[in-house]
């Protein structure tokens, strides 16, 4: 394995597919170094990441997940080839809200992604959505 | 894959161990053991994660719909021995204002007996 590795995968379109990626996750945060904190909140955003690509996007060739590693920090691309979405029409979930109403119960997905990592961005239009989230290392790591 | 591994009825509380990755399949199947539970008159659950330390929100949705059940009759339900990554997702999502946590099952079982 060379010092900075990228890693492509692809995953099919099934069930509990989403462990592959973060199984991938996993070693390559060992191989940087990162805490088993850090490499936790990877595992759960990059989960959350698939599930969302999985069920939205309508996609029927399957997602990509490119992982490219460097010196200050672990950029994970979760790609799809689906219909697309609008982030200023996904509501912020409060449970309070969930509790007691007939609101979806569901929804935590980018919130999730966005509190476990330090950066997260979108570019989605009719042809898909790249995913973009960037987990920084420490200086001791 | 994933699964309730055991079920103890200790106090009049039950308490409900898991293994494996806590997804929609695992959240369906402990939904429908509390819903059975209550049913039968029990009002407090613990559930342990201990070998489940890997979650995703579709699973920890179906708590919400667990915690709105047992306000209904006035019943609670803890965590215990979560890993960390997966208190902190139960936190995010607020779960954590409904639910105590413990970091063991003695701890769990002492409080809520």
């Given amino acids: 394995m060379s010092k900075n590795p990228t890693v492509e995968l692809k995953l099919p379109i099934l069930k509990n597919m989403e462990l592959i990626a973060t199984q991938t996750a996993e070693v390559l945060s060992k191989h940087m170094g990162l805490s088993e904190e850090k490499s936790g909140e990877i595992s759960m955003a990059l989960i959350e990441a698939c599930i969302n690509a999985f069920e939205h996007s309508n996609s029927k060739e399957g997602i990509f997940i490119h992982f490219i590693t460097s010196e200050e920090n672990l950029t994970v691309k979760v790609i799809d080839q689906g219909i697309g979405f609008d982030a200023s029409e996904i509501a912020i979930p409060d449970i309070e809200n969930k509790l007691k109403t007939n609101e979806r119960k569901r929804g935590w997905g980018i919130m999730l992604i966005k509190e476990l990592m330090d950066s997260v961005d979108f570019v989605s239009d009719s042809s898909g959505t790249t995913l973009t989230m960037v987990k920084n290392k420490d200086k001791n790591e | ?113």
């Fill in chain 2, 1 to 113: 894959m994933s699964k309730i591994l055991n079920i103890e009825e200790p106090n009049g509380l039950v308490i409900i161990s898991t293994q494996g990755y806590f997804n929609k399949d695992l959240g369906e199947e402990i939904q429908k053991t509390i819903t059975d539970f209550i049913n039968k008159g029990t009002r407090s659950f613990i559930l342990n994660l201990s070998q489940s330390n890997i979650v995703n929100s579709i699973g920890a949705s179906i708590i919400i719909e667990v915690i709105e059940s047992l306000q209904e009759v006035d019943g609670d339900l803890a965590f215990c021995e979560l890993a960390p990554i997966v208190k902190k997702t139960f936190k995010i999502m607020g779960l954590t204002k409904y639910c105590k946590t413990f970091s063991s099952q003695s701890e769990a079982l002492e409080a809520l007996s």
